[in-house]
């Protein structure tokens, strides 16, 4: 592939992750070229598994491959909350990750967004205990997935825990690690519900060289069981603009750079 046509692809990734679909005609339009380039892009993406075509168009890859994930309730209830916040926040944060980067990735839907949005980007090494996002990552060959081991104890979080997923995460050092949360409050940190799950996020915390926390607005103020890390070990928060402006403000002046999309 020339390096023009794998350009033109990426392209075409960056336009569905902005926009979920388009058709043929406004990718020719956006991108300033033909057709039937436009429809051999999609043919090899498609083969990729970035992209399902559709009649006159295409649409970015479905969220599941894999028929262990694709029917559970519970982890697509918790996806389709803030959904279209969860998308901006998942395509900011990917924005964070360079080439040659060695990142992490803890359970949660938020870091799952993060995660697809680096589908069609190469030379990265992820390092993940969600099973759903190494499944999902698994197919790109350009991406280098490590997943931690351990135990899976709760339906629909695909989240492994135990001292498996700690041991492996204390041999790795890690560029940046995306946390999912259940709660971020200037004050108290971030925290989880599940003291175990909480464990291995601060795992991969401690063997990070910066730390970012991705979730929606709801959580913002909110305080859970488990702590991960206080505020003062978090670099940037990664939320969207219905964060309240109080909590904006307390969050850095905490020290936390706030990226509201």
């Not at 694709?70 to 996806?79: K, L, T, Y």
Request: glycine content about 8%.
């Amino acid at each position: 592939m020339s390096v023009k046509t794998e350009q033109r692809a990426r392209n075409i990734l960056q336009i569905l992750l902005q926009h979920g679909s388009a058709s043929v005609d406004e990718l020719v339009s956006l991108l300033s070229t033909s057709a039937p380039s436009v429809r051999r892009d999609l043919v090899r993406l498609q083969k990729q598994h970035l992209v399902h075509r559709t009649h006159g168009g295409v649409t970015l890859a479905g969220q599941m491959h894999y028929e262990a994930f694709r029917f559970d309730s519970s982890f697509h209830e918790r996806e389709s909350r803030f959904s279209e916040e969860k998308r901006r926040i998942g395509l900011a944060a990917a924005e964070l990750i360079c080439e040659h980067d060695t990142v992490g990735f803890t359970a949660g839907t938020t870091p799952t967004q993060v995660a697809r949005c680096i589908r069609h980007r190469s030379s990265i090494h992820v390092i993940t205990n969600a099973v759903n996002i190494g499944m999902e990552l698994s197919n790109q060959p350009a991406l280098n997935v490590t997943l931690t081991g351990g135990t899976m104890r709760w339906a629909g979080a695909f989240s492994l825990i135990g001292p498996t997923a700690i041991e492996m995460l204390n041999g790795v050092f890690m560029d940046k690690v995306f946390i999912g949360v259940c709660g971020i409050d200037a004050r108290r940190g971030a925290t989880t519900i599940e003291p175990d799950e909480a464990a291995v996020f601060r795992a991969m915390v401690r063997q990070a060289k910066k730390v970012i926390v991705v979730a929606d607005s709801s959580k913002i103020g909110m305080v859970s069981p488990a702590l991960i890390c206080p505020a003062s070990d978090i670099d940037i928060l990664v939320t969207d603009t219905g964060i309240a402006p109080e909590a904006l403000e307390a969050s850095q002046a905490s020290g936390i750079e706030v990226r509201a999309v």
